[in-house]
Structure formats: C-alpha cells, structure tokens
C-alpha cells in the first residue's frame, strides 16, 4: 500500500516535471535573412523558421489572441510567420484543445513605439571623409576624389535625385574644378538643389597648428572661395570630424565668417553650443565618431527591417535627451567613411518609408539628407542646446610639429612673413597711391600653400605626402619672405636720407618694442664702426666677425609699432660696456648666469630679487632624450607618454667658451655627445633687454626610431603656478580655458575620457608662461610642443616648463612611414624672467618670432618719409592687429584686430592714410556695417578676447 501510493506519487510528480518543463521550453525564431515579409490583411508579417523544436509539430501557436501560420517545411523544420511590427506580447503554443505546452514573451521586429521620434525624421548623412593624402599619396587620393567619388556622385544624384552627399572641405571643390571644369554648372545646379553640400572651411586642420590668420584664412580659401568662385553656391558647415581637439577660438572665427556649424566627431554624440571667451558660440554636432555607422553599426547596409530594428533600439536611448532639451525630433545616422564613395540608401529607404505608411502607427521617415538640412531642423530657438566653452587640446598634437620639425618651421615662419607682407605691400600701395602695386595673386598662392597640409601627415607613402606638405609650407614662406622684402626694400626708398650708411629698420608688430637687428658690413673696411641714431647719438653696437663676414649687431629700443626708424653706420669707437663675464658665467644689469654641464645652473634675477630655475635635478635648458612609442595620431584615447629610456645633457661632459661679447650680449657655447648624436649648445644673455637664448645645433640627428628629445627649464616656483600659453587669436590658461566636459565619444581604443585640462603637452604658438609666487618666466619658441609637467622619473612637484624638440615615432597607419627626421636641426628658445602675471611676458613671447627687419640704404636720397614713422598703431598693446591688407574686392583697406588681454576696451587706430568711411564686416569681410567715422584714427570698441575686422576707404 505504502509502495503503490510512493510509485503514484513518483508518476504524478515526474509527469508534473516533463509538463512543467514543455511550459517553460521557448521557440528559438531564426529570421530569414534578408528578411522575408509581406502584408497580409493590412498587418506586416515576416518570415521565420523553427529548428529542432519537433515538440511544435501539430500545436497551435498564437501570439496574444491571434493564431500564427505554422508550415512544415521538407526538411522537417517549421516556418511561421511571425508578427513584423508591434508591442511586445505572449506567444502560446497549444496541443490539442485545453493543452498549453508553452509560453513565451516575443518582441516583434518593429516595436510600436517610436516614442518621441514617432513624427521625426531619420536623416542619412552620407558623406566622405578623406585626407588630402594619408590613404596614399596627395595625387592617388585626388584622383580617387575626383573621379571616383565627386563625379560618381553628381551622376548619381542624376539618376536618383533624393540621394544627398557631403564633401567635406572646399580644396576637394577645388580639385574637382581643376580636374574637371566641365561639371561646374553641374555642382551649382546640385547644390542649389539641396543634394551637395562642400565644407565651409579650405581643409580639416590642425587648428592648434594654424597661426591667428592662417586659422582665419580657413574661411577665406573655404566659404569665402566658394561663394566667389561658384555663383549661388555657399558653405554653411565646417567639418572637422577626425582630430580629438578644438582651439579655442575656432567657434568665433568661423561663427563671424558666416559659419553657422561646426561638424565635429571622436566627441559624445550630441548638440552643443561651443563658446569662445568672447562669448561668440557654434552650433556644434558630434556623431561619436564619424565612421562608426560605416565601419561598426553597419545597421543600413542591410535591409529596411534591420535598418528599423536597429534604428529603434538606437532612438531609444535618444528619447529623453531629445525630450529634456525639447529638440525637434531628428535624428542624424551619419555615414561617413574614408574615401567613402556615394552609396545610396535607396533600397532600404524606400522599403523603411513603405513600411512606415502601411503599418498603421507612427513611425520616423527615413531619407537621405545633409548636415546642413539636419542641424537647420535641430537648430530652433525652443531647443535648449548644452553650452561649453574651452579648448580642447588636441591628442594628436605628436603628429606635426615634433614629428614634422623642419616642415613645421616653416610654417610658423610663414605665419610672420605672409602678414607682414600684407602690412608692408598695402603701406607701400597708399604711399604709392596705387593698388595695382598690390602682389594679389602672389600673396592668394602664398597663403593657399602655407594653409594646404591638413591632419594627415604620413600614411602610406607617408614620405611622399610628408614632403609634398613640407614643400607647400616652405613655398608659403618664400613667397611671404620675398613680398615682404620687396615692400620694405619700395618703402625704404621713400625715406629722407641725409647720410650715407643708413640702416631702416622695420618691425611689423602693432607695440613698440625693443630688440635687435644685425646687418652684414662685410663690404667696410676695418673694424671701428658704430651705429647712430637719427640724432646722431651712439646706440650699443658689436661687431661680429664669423668665417670672414663682418656683422654690426645693434640694440634698438622704442621701435614704432608697424613703422621703422632709420640708424646710420659710422666710423668711430665702440662704447665698451664693462659686462662681468667669464667662460662660463655672466653678470650684466638683468641677470646673474652661471652655466655647467648641460645648461644653466644657476640665474639670479637682479631686479626680482631671486632665483628663477631650480637646478637640484635637471639644468635649465637641459636636454633630455627619452623613448617613446606612441604614433602621434591615431586611434589611442589619453595622451601617449614618453618612456624613461634616458639619456641626459648633464651627464654629458662638456665645458664651456665665451665666444663673443660686447654691449649688445655676450654668447657661450659648449659641445657635448649624447647617446647617439652630437649637440653644440649656444647660450646668449643679452644686455639691453632681459633676455637668454638657447640654441640646440644637432648636426647629425641618426633617426634612431622611437626616440624623442626635450628641453627643460625647472622653475623656482610652486605646482599651483599658472601656466598659460598663447593659441590662434587667443589665450589659453590652463585649468580655466579648456573644455570641462569630459570628451567622450569614441576611437577604436576606447572612449575619450581624459579631462582636458590633463592632457600636455600642448600646442603653442609662441610662447609659454608660468605665473606664481610673485614672479613669471616666459619661454618664447618656434618649437610647436610645449609642456610643462617634469617628464622625468624624478616627477618635480615644481613646474617644469620644456618643449619637445622632436620625436622619431612611426604613422599610424599600418603601411606608414617612419618620421624619423634623420639629419641637421637647429632649435632655438628665448626666456625671460618677469614680474607675476602672464601678461608681462605676453609681448616678448610673441617678439621673438618676430625678427626687427633692416634694409641697408648705402646713399643719401631725397624722400618723403621722414627718419622715423609708425604707419599704424593700437592705444592699447593689448589690442593686436593681426594684418592690414587691400580689401580682397575692392581697394579698402582691411584691418584685423584681436583683443587679447580678456577685456573689454575702448580702442583708438592711428592710420598714416585719412579715410573717408569705415566699416566693420565679417571674418571674411562680408556683411559692411558703417561706423560713420572718418579722418585717421579709427575708434572702436573692441569686446574681450574679440576679433574684428574692418574695412577702410
Ligand atoms: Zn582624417
């Protein structure tokens, strides 16, 4: 009895068991791809097949109330046709009459819910990115552009008048014009139509690289060209979607160069109204990253149904950002590719918007669009758009200049001569009275050339792009150097002469300033000549004798702003100034400077009062060679450190030899061997102006790869010092101008999560300063890279200020080249010591790279000009013109003038020529506004951290 009643037991519970156990069995649905569905009765079914699961055969299966066709297939597997769109439900699968054998929660496809995009519009940016080489050499990647993606895409834009493409930058317009000048009306026609849109700026840019105007000139060669050269056609978005970095003043130079957009990426997708310390904002969107919808999501490659799944799960996560900033609902799928060609999303639009009509709930359109038709839909005055401000130092700053030295210098010496050529050519055409005189074209090549090279340097055949974009560089700088020549040589012709022997001598920069100027008198005979003033009074002067060339170095103070004064040479004895100088030490009015192995030792501050370097574990002006095995640019997410493979200056043995003194400074030079090469180490403390150079010549730089090379100054200071550093028309100090929004989005390597004000070294243009415990030390350079973290094992918790002379790292492409840089370089720095406050070394940072220009006149000659004249001048240093040039369409004189104090002031401009109008335009001189002023000074108000152009008649 016990043994029966425990057997039924045993029965009814393993019974209970298997049916419990048929409930809980779910069907595995394998969709058939590419997706099989048909509307059958005004509901979307689709297709799908049940494997293995022989315990189906002959149920019924219903999903809610309703039963779903089930067929048995040859093979013995099932096909069902499953509900395509809807909310999600129970499928049951029944046996018999009562029988249920198991449920299951299903999710259709298509959920029902579009939520807040249920009426928006999905819009397919196809665009391509694409380096000017990188992918291969300039030529290769030109004709690819040319031919295989702009004119493919005009054709089809023919054949399917709703495709819509995107080139990103107006070079690429150019070449397409060049190579192809036949299908110009048919890019007006394609872009009046809405289908193809160019970038607003020339090329995608290292911005931080770019000096004040050349940054500006982005939109000059970019919308300003396209507008000019292509009837009816503008550019309102600047793409710049590859680089993890933003200078600082990008989003008023491009906003008040009729910019409305700014398309960035490797950026948390998003919207944001990007501002510059002005108060001036973009309109900024960031996808992510650029290509992700290409290389990763791939979710349009398919088919509408993936397309609609995929999308939906996409949107979802988009619902409440849209919802919290009350942003229309627009959502933008951004497929970009490198050198992506026009790919047509036709197929799946159609099929999306077909099913979209038919399935009787809401659900987003899909079609292909633009940036600009995207960002005009998002862009309204309800959405409540996030505000950021700030730099965002560029990662991938290893790339140029530290990898690209000579190239880069070039560069930067572009950056002075093309502008001041500007200046000095429209000076001499009022002097004239004649703008014809004016090197228009000249100046038009220079610029496109100092402005060509973009982000990607190296790549495959890297060596081939590398000296194309070195060319174009030092082609920019010729040119400048040579219309700046010509202008001064015409200007100095006007000068009243009374003497013989006449030196004019010419600074471009809108202060006063002080330095010097050499000029060779070789062609004089013997020793004793000095250098007068116009008053005849003597000025400090050195003779200078190198391999047989005899050069007078004279000192010149008060130099009148964009003007000249006039110095004659003489016979006579030189005033010799008792500077207390031995081999290796120097006392004179500034400083006390005494030099060891590797650098600086020690330097005493006469006026401050105190020591400036602290010199217990490195020299000032020590050289470091480190490791370092990073790519420069690439798809790494936090800066790339160097390594601790070191070898050191002062470890070096190495003395030192006073080689030249006088009044004007004395020089010290030392020779020592590194590891692998040899440095000459030259050290010149002058003493009119306090001042120290430091020259590094490498005659034999090997190319050892992955190497890299520093110079340090280790500062007396606390860690809580102020570093800032000057940036194209603005500057940056650091922990208070960077973006404070962790970056976001995403590489290949990760997501970009290192806060800004973390990332070093930066991008500088001239100089940089440390500020703190009451004094400041500005390091002034053509040297790109600065920092100012100790770079050593020895992590000095005082600032280190130092800058990468170069760095020997690979392309991070995978067939690129090596910048190895093999051969003779010279570097040079120049530093100071000053009162607390950035703003005291401001002007001498800039100066440096700024060389006074002496033009010798040999004879008397009558002229108009007197001995000394400032043709143009600010009421305030701090309010910097940053060119004056003919206007580019008429003949107006053109003025830009950056405030770069961070306030707000009232400004005066003298001029040498009366006007009888003034206006002030935009960037690109577009957009007039009369100030109803005339005469010679120009009165304006200059907002802070502004930049404003004016144009004159
Ligand atoms: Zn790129």
């Not at 046709?81 to 029988?99: C, D, E």
Request: aromatic share 10%.
């Amino acid at each position: 009895m016990k043994k029966l009643a425990l057997l039924v037991f045993v029965v009814g519970y393993l019974l209970q068991t298997v049916s419990a156990m048929e409930a809980k069995k779910m069907i595995v649905f394998s969709y058939e791809k590419p997706y099989q569905y048909e509307l059958i009765n005004g509901t979307y079914k689709v297709k799908a097949t049940i494997k293995n699961e022989s315990w189906v055969a002959g149920s019924i299966v219903r999903f809610n109330e309703e039963e779903l066709k089930v067929t048995k297939l040859e093979n013995g597997d099932m096909q069902i046709l499953l509900p395509l769109i809807g909310n999600s439900g129970i499928i049951t699968v029944k046996k018999g009459k009562k029988n249920i054998i198991s449920t299951q929660h299903f999710e259709p496809l298509i959920p029902a819910d579009w939520d807040y995009f249920a009426d928006g519009k999905i819009h397919l940016i196809v665009s391509s990115h694409q380096d000017i080489g990188w992918m291969d050499v300039p030529d290769t990647c030109r004709k690819e552009r040319v031919h295989d993606i702009t004119i493919p895409a005009l054709d089809l834009m023919e054949k399917e008048p709703e495709f819509k493409f995107e080139m990103e930058q107006s070079l690429n317009l150019m070449e397409v014009l060049e190579d192809s000048p036949e299908n110009k009306q048919r890019l007006i026609d394609t872009y009046k139509s809405g289908n193809f849109e160019w970038g607003a700026t020339f090329t995608q840019p290292y911005e931080g690289l770019e000096s004040s105007e050349q940054l500006v000139r982005q939109s000059y060669l970019g919308r300003r060209w396209i507008k000019k050269n292509l009837p009816g056609m503008d550019a309102h978005v600047a793409y710049n979607v590859d680089i993890p970095g933003r200078s600082l003043q990008v989003p008023q130079l491009f906003k008040k160069s009729g910019i409305d957009y700014l398309f960035v990426s490797r950026m948390k997708e998003g919207f944001y109204n990007w501002y510059s310390p002005d108060g001036t904002s973009i309109f900024t969107y960031s996808p992510g990253n650029y290509g992700w919808f290409h290389y990763h999501h791939k979710v349009l490659d398919e088919d509408a149904i993936t397309a609609l799944h995929e999308l939906h799960k996409t949107l979802k996560s988009w619902n409440e950002y849209y919802r919290e900033r009350n942003i229309p609902p627009h959502y933008g799928a951004v497929i970009s590719a490198d050198a992506g060609g026009p790919e047509s999303y036709k197929e799946v639009i159609d099929a999306w918007n077909e099913i979209a009509k038919n399935a009787g709930i809401k659900i987003p359109e899909l079609a292909h669009s633009t940036a600009l038709e995207f960002l005009k839909e998002i862009d309204v005055p309800e959405a409540k758009i996030d505000s950021i401000y700030g730099e965002r130092p560029n990662l991938w700053l290893y790339i140029h200049g530290a990898a690209h030295y000579e190239a880069v210098k070039a560069k930067r010496e572009a950056a002075v001569t093309i502008p001041s050529a500007e200046i000095f050519n429209t000076i001499n055409c009022e002097l004239n009275n004649d703008f014809s005189l004016y090197p228009q074209k000249e100046l038009d090549k220079a610029w496109y050339n100092a402005i060509y090279p973009d982000h990607g340097w190296g790549g495959k055949n890297g060596h081939i792009t590398d000296s194309v974009f070195r060319v174009a560089l030092e082609t920019g700088n010729e040119i400048g150097t040579k219309l700046l020549n010509s202008s001064l040589n015409s200007i100095a012709k006007k000068v009243d002469l009374k003497n013989t022997q006449n030196i004019v001598v010419f600074n471009d920069l809108s202060w006063s300033r002080d330095g010097n100027a050499t000029v060779d008198i070789s062609n004089l005979k013997g020793t004793n000549w000095i250098v007068t003033d116009n008053n005849g009074d003597k000025i400090p002067t050195q003779l200078v004798t190198i391999d047989g060339k005899k050069e007078l170095v004279f000192s010149l103070s008060d130099m009148p702003s964009i003007g000249y004064k006039t110095f004659t040479i003489k016979k006579g004895k030189r005033n010799v100034t008792s500077i207390n100088t031995g081999s290796n030490f120097c006392d004179n009015q500034f400083y006390t400077v005494e030099l060891g192995q590797g650098g600086i030792t020690r330097l005493y501050d006469k006026k401050l009062k105190r020591e400036i370097f602290n010199t217990t574990s490195m020299l000032a002006g020590d050289l470091f060679h480190m490791g370092y095995t990073g790519n420069g640019a690439g798809e790494f997410v936090t800066m790339q450190e160097p390594n601790f493979a070191m070898d050191r200056a002062d470890d070096k043995k190495s003395s030192w030899e006073l080689i030249e003194s006088g009044a004007v400074y004395s020089k010290f030079q030392s020779a020592f061997e590194m590891d692998t090469f040899n440095v000459e180490q030259n050290i010149t403390v002058f003493h009119k102006k306090k001042q120290i150079d430091l020259e590094y010549v490498i005659p034999n730089w090997p190319g050892t790869q992955n190497r890299q090379l520093r110079v340090l100054f280790p500062l007396q200071m606390k860690n809580d010092a102020q570093i800032s550093y000057d940036v194209p028309m603005g500057m940056v100090h650091i922990g208070k101008d960077e973006l404070t929004m962790r970056p976001g989005g995403f590489a290949w390597g990760g997501t970009y999560r290192q806060k800004s004000e973390e990332i070093r070294p930066r991008e500088i243009q001239n100089f940089i300063t440390a500020n703190g415990n009451g004094f400041g030390f500005t390091m002034s350079t053509n040297v790109v890279t600065a920092d100012w973290v100790d770079p050593s094992m020895n992590s000095a918790d005082y600032p280190v200020i130092n800058s990468v002379l170069l760095s020997s790292h690979k392309s991070c492409h995978w067939q690129g080249n090596w910048y190895d840089q093999k051969g003779s370089h010279t570097f040079k720095f120049s530093i100071t010591s000053h009162e607390e406050g950035w703003k005291n070394g401001f002007h001498f940072g800039i100066e440096n790279n700024h060389p006074l220009l002496p033009i010798v006149k040999a004879n008397k000659q009558k002229g108009s000009l007197p001995a000394e004249k400032s043709f143009v001048s600010t009421s305030n240093p701090f309010a910097v013109i940053t060119t004056m040039k003919k206007a580019e369409d008429d003949n107006d004189v053109v003025i830009r003038v950056v405030e770069t104090e961070g306030v707000d002031k009232k400004v005066e401009i003298k001029l040498n020529n009366g006007f009888i109008n003034a206006s002030k335009t935009d960037m690109i001189e577009e957009n007039p506004k009369r100030l109803n002023q005339k005469g010679n000074v120009l009165q304006i108000e200059l907002g802070k951290s502004a930049v404003e152009t004016y144009k004159l008649k």
